[in-house]
């Protein structure tokens, strides 16, 4: 399966600056259980974000894709993107080093 990586900022880089409000917490805690149950689906390998909170903050995420139109298809059902949270980008991604255990090559 193809391996992508997934890039999403905040809309409003204020959320992380300023704290988010009731609806972008809640939006949030959604994407965070959505890529839980990627993760458990096993589709998600990994994820998290930078530790700065101004303009430049973003996520990544790495998947194993079944082919394009299916990270379409996981993009579109993450509730961050699809409720206009975060803005996103992926690509195909190639793997060159991880640590032994950490990641199928398949």
Known sequence: MPTYIYRIQPVRPAMLAEGPTEEEARVTAEHFAYLKQLMA?????????????DYSAFGIAIFEARDDEHMRQITAADPGVAKKLF?????????????????NEG
């Open 87 to 103: 803005r996103a980008e992926w690509h195909r991604y190639r793997i060159a080093l991880h640590a032994p255990g950490n990641y």
């Open 41 to 53: 689906d096993g589709s998600l390998i990994l994820a998290g974000r930078t530790l700065n909170s």
